[in-house]
Nanobody, 124 residues
Framework: QVQLVESGGGLVQAGGSLRLSCVAS????????MGWFRQAPGKEREFVAA????????YYVDSVKGRFSISRDNAKNTVYLQMNSLKPEDTALYYC?????????????????WGKGTLVTVSS
């Protein structure tokens, strides 16, 4: 059973930055891709970013390209999401996902392994 714990959310003004972290309990963390998703109030969960096992390939949804950066530290079983130039529309509960698949066409197929999320609120 894989456990994922997200942290780093909070309240920030528009234009500000936050860095989210997700620690995974999986021994095989370094061999699997990871993803970040978000769910805004009243909306469906949407893909935000993904990274392959080595960190050499990353995908982003168009709305965050140039502002967000995903990275990982396999020695710490941790994946990060650096969020800059935050906008009110980035307000959501952010989740990490373990072990998905990158298809080579900028799509990440998630698994059923989710954390409980960390809340990001961006004020205008």
């Amino acid at each position: 059973q894989v456990q994922l714990v997200e942290s780093g959310g909070g309240l920030v003004q528009a234009g500000g930055s936050l860095r989210l972290s997700c620690v995974a309990s999986a021994r095989t963390f370094s061999t699997y891709a990871m993803g970040w998703f978000r769910q805004a109030p009243g909306k469906e969960r949407e893909f935000v970013a993904a990274i392959n096992w080595s960190g050499g390939t990353t995908y982003y949804v168009d709305s965050v390209k140039g502002r967000f950066s995903i990275s990982r530290d396999n020695a710490k079983n941790t994946v990060y999401l650096q969020m800059n130039s935050l906008k009110p529309e980035d307000t959501a509960l952010y989740y990490c996902n373990f072990g998905g698949r990158l298809d080579g066409s900028s799509r990440y197929y998630g698994t059923d392994y989710w954390g409980k999320g960390t809340l990001v609120t961006v004020s205008s």
